[in-house]
Nanobody
C-alpha cells in the first residue's frame, strides 16, 4: 500500500507564495523510481494536472503555472514539493499529489488565494 500525505496549503494574498509538500510511504513503494505529480481541483471544475516530475528529475508543467510553480523532490525524505510563486486567485483549489498515473492519491490540501 502507498500513502501520500500533502501539507502546506493556506490562505494567501495574490502575489504571494506557498510551498506544498507531499510525503510518500509504503511497504511496496520505492520513491526513488516513482514518477510523481501534483494536480488541483477548483470548485465546480474537473481535476487538472499542474506539474509532474520523473524519477530522473525531468519536469513538466501546465501552461497556466509555467514560470510560476516549481516541482522538486527529495529522495532522502521521500517527499515531493510544489513551490508556488506569484499566486493568483485562479490558483485557488484543493491540491493533490499522485503516484505516477496510479490510483494512489493524497487527501489534498486547500490553497486559497485572495484578491
Amino acid at each position: 500500500q502507498v500513502r501520500l500525505v500533502e501539507s502546506g496549503g493556506d490562505l494567501v494574498q495574490a502575489g504571494g507564495s506557498l510551498r506544498l509538500s507531499c510525503a510518500a510511504s509504503g511497504i511496496i513503494f520505492s520513491f526513488s523510481i516513482a514518477d510523481m505529480g501534483w494536480y488541483r481541483q477548483a470548485p465546480g471544475k474537473q481535476r487538472e494536472l499542474v506539474a509532474t516530475i520523473s524519477a530522473g528529475g525531468s519536469t513538466n508543467y501546465s501552461d497556466s503555472v509555467k514560470g510560476r510553480f516549481t516541482i522538486s523532490r527529495d529522495g532522502a525524505k521521500n517527499t515531493v514539493y510544489l513551490q508556488m510563486n506569484s499566486l493568483k486567485p485562479e490558483d485557488t483549489a484543493v491540491y493533490y499529489c499522485r503516484l505516477g498515473v496510479s490510483a494512489f492519491w493524497g487527501q489534498g490540501t486547500q490553497v486559497t488565494v485572495s484578491s
